[in-house]
């Protein structure tokens, strides 16, 4: 019975040695794999870069392999247009840690406070109330304007720009109110890189943006995008995309989360100097299938 058991015993630690070895291995083929898919990725990009309808920068990150990047340009600012949301969005998650502000205050919203551009917000019966959290969600999932700037009033832009400073953004600023276009010809504009924003998706992703809770709201908003028309618009109805767009003359953009079958990966896409829109988005739509597709 002895030997039985030794017996045993030695088959344990010879399967325990051989499953440790095994797991390190089959993830480090695995690195290598996407390495080479990586590779192959840059060229097709590029290649299709060519025929970009306007100047670009992308990054493009995997989230298995945190070190699997491919990007462009990262650090270039660009015009943020609706992009600088999700900024806006860290920043009330901070405010609210800090109890500045509380997702369940009421915040009234009447006809006074509209304005153009995307949002569901114009097309509601006004006044009504609303609350933080409801704002936050007509600003990511809608893209809604009109609550950006209510949110903007609500901290102030020196709020704003600092808590973007210490989250650790070193490309964006935000200088005047969504679609208040006058302040251009002073210099003033709304700025953002691909790499600050890939930044943000990242810690959002990773739970580590302030804690797990606010991380995991400000996932499912952007999970709830409305606007499907270009890093979701090639892929399989079934993948789930956490993003959000940006639009404005010229300006076209797109970065998110695609929790794919065979990994999940962050890509943002920005776009500047575009007199085509659709174009523009169909560019974005081709780079996000080329990686999807790469990663089938």
């Known amino acids: 019975m002895k030997v039985i058991k030794r017996i045993a015993l030695i088959a344990l630690t010879i399967l325990l040695i051989a499953t440790s070895a095994y797991f390190p291995c089959r993830k480090f083929f695995k690195f290598c794999q996407k390495s080479r898919i990586y ?3 840059k060229s097709q990009i590029e290649e299709e870069s060519k025929n970009a309808p306007g100047h670009i920068s992308f990054v493009i990150k995997d989230l298995t392999f945190p070190s699997l990047e491919l990007s462009c340009l990262a650090r270039e600012k660009f015009p943020a247009a609706s992009l600088i949301k999700v900024p806006i969005l860290a920043s009330v998650l ?5 109890g500045r502000l509380s997702l369940e205050q009421q915040v009234t919203i009447t006809q ?10 114009k097309t509601l019966k006004l006044p009504i109330n609303v609350t933080l959290q409801e704002l936050l969600e007509f600003m990511i999932s809608h893209s809604d304007n009109t609550a950006s700037n209510k949110i903007i ?9 600092e808590s973007f400073k210490k989250a650790g953004l070193k490309d964006t600023v935000l200088k005047r109110r969504m679609m208040d ?9 709304n700025y953002t890189s691909a790499r600050d924003i890939v930044f943000l998706l990242n810690k959002i992703y990773a ?7 606010f991380s995991q709201i400000a996932l499912s908003l952007l999970k709830k995008q409305r606007i499907k028309d270009r890093i979701p618009r090639y892929l399989p109805k079934n993948i789930i995309v956490a993003h959000k767009t940006g639009l404005e003359h010229g300006i076209v953009h797109d970065a998110g989360i695609v929790f794919a079958p065979q990994g999940d990966y962050i890509i943002c896409v920005l776009m500047k100097k575009s007199h085509n829109y659709k174009a523009a988005k169909k560019f ?10 790469f990663y089938e």
């Open 153 to 161: 009033d609500l901290l102030g832009f020196d709020y704003l720009n």
């Open 181 to 189: 276009f006058s302040q251009r010809p002073n210099g003033k504009e």
């Open 207 to 213: 739970k580590k943006l302030i804690n797990k809770e």
């Open 284 to 293: 974005i739509a081709q780079v996000s299938l080329l990686t999807y597709n």
């Open 112 to 121: 006074a406070d509209l304005t153009g551009g995307s949002g569901k917000i």
């Open 39 to 41: 590779l192959n990725l």
């Open 94 to 98: 901070q405010a609210v840690e800090t």
